[in-house]
């Protein structure tokens, strides 16, 4: 069973800057595009960024673009999702997840496996 486990989540105030990790097991984490989303209290899951397989392409949301980085370590079977200047409309629980093949994608459905999530809050 493929696992996604999440970490670095917590509390920030506006402006503030957060890690986020995704760690792989039991999958040829090399050959899976992975991808970070994020769902508010009440609202849907939302796209924030991917990343492809090899590292070599990524998208971003357009609400967090020049804000957020995306990354992965291949050797070491994690992604990253490094945040800055948080703002509160970014406190949501984060997700990453993962689908089979070279490309990135933004759309929820493309992906296979998922985390458990970790949450964000960003104070004002």
């Keep these: 069973q493929v696992q996604l486990v999440e970490s670095g989540g917590g509390a920030v105030q ?3 800057s957060l890690r986020l990790s995704c ?3 039991r999958l040829t984490f090399s050959m899976y595009g992975m991808g970070w989303f994020r769902q508010a209290p009440g609202k849907e899951r939302d796209f924030v ?3 492809s397989s090899s590292g070599g392409s990524t998208a971003y949301a357009d609400s967090v673009k020049g804000r957020f980085t995306i990354s992965r ?3 070491e079977n994690t992604v990253y999702l490094q945040m800055n200047s948080l ?4 406190t949501a629980t984060y997700y990453c997840a993962a689908r089979l093949g070279p490309l990135l994608r933004s759309t929820r459905r493309e992906y296979t496996y ?3 999530g970790t949450p964000i809050t960003v104070s004002s």
């Excluded at 703002?87 to 970014?90: H, I, Q, Y």
């Design 87 to 90: 703002k509160p409309e970014d």
């Design 23 to 25: 760690a792989a097991s």
């Design 49 to 51: 960024a991917a990343i």
């Design 114 to 116: 998922w985390g458990q």
């Design 14 to 16: 506006a402006g503030g």
């Design 73 to 75: 370590n291949n050797t």
